[in-house]
């Protein structure tokens, strides 16, 4: 299957709640844009797996996902929305394995793309976020 094809399988897996599935599609998805060397389209794919292998409840595999789409986007500048995107992630798996200090640092850096990008429910979830790490 094509990347552009298991992005639209794993969008429909993720709208029927099928969190699981909708992981595999994605990270499918990104291997296939990795291959046709297409890294931006390959950091956006892995980027969405990372996020559902989270709620799916497999934080290491998100957090691992995160962070090598994260390093990509350092080497590689993205758009301020996509970096805020990346880190709100990071920070989410880093928060659900236990790093809060990192988390809690990505959270800040993310707000503050967020805020560069003009997306105020970012900025808003990101203030959320640092103010209950704050108290962990």
Same mark, same amino acid.
């Given at each position: 299957?094509?990347?552009?094809?298991?992005?639209?399988?794993?969008?429909?897996?993720?709208?029927?709640?099928?969190?699981?599935?909708?992981?595999?599609?994605?990270?499918?998805?990104?291997?296939?844009?990795?291959?046709?060397?297409?890294?931006?389209?390959? !950091?956006?794919?892995?980027?969405? $797996?990372?996020?559902?292998?989270?709620?799916?409840?497999?934080? !290491? &595999?998100?957090?691992?996902? $995160?962070? $090598?789409? @994260?390093?990509?986007?350092?080497? *590689?500048?993205?758009?301020?929305?996509?970096? !805020?995107? &990346?880190?709100?992630?990071?920070?989410?798996?880093? &928060? &659900?394995?236990?790093?809060?200090?990192?988390?809690?640092?990505?959270? *800040?850096?993310?707000?503050?793309?967020?805020?560069? !990008?003009?997306?105020?429910?970012? @900025?808003?979830?990101?203030?959320?976020? @640092?103010?209950?790490?704050?108290?962990?």
């Amino acid at each position: 299957m094509s990347g552009d094809d298991c992005v639209i399988e794993a969008k429909a897996a993720r709208r029927q709640g099928r969190l699981v599935d909708a992981t595999a599609l994605y990270v499918e998805a990104a291997e296939s844009f990795r291959a046709e060397r297409e890294a931006g389209r390959w !950091a956006h794919a892995l980027r969405h $797996a990372a996020e559902l292998a989270i709620k799916a409840g497999d934080s !290491a &595999a998100g957090l691992r996902d $995160a962070q $090598a789409v @994260v390093e990509y986007y350092r080497s *590689s500048p993205p758009t301020a929305l996509e970096m !805020a995107n &990346a880190l709100r992630v990071a920070a989410m798996a880093e &928060a &659900a394995t236990g790093a809060t200090m990192t988390a809690k640092q990505h959270w *800040s850096e993310a707000r503050a793309l967020y805020v560069d !990008a003009g997306v105020a429910d970012g @900025v808003a979830e990101a203030d959320r976020h @640092v103010a209950t790490l704050a108290i962990a």
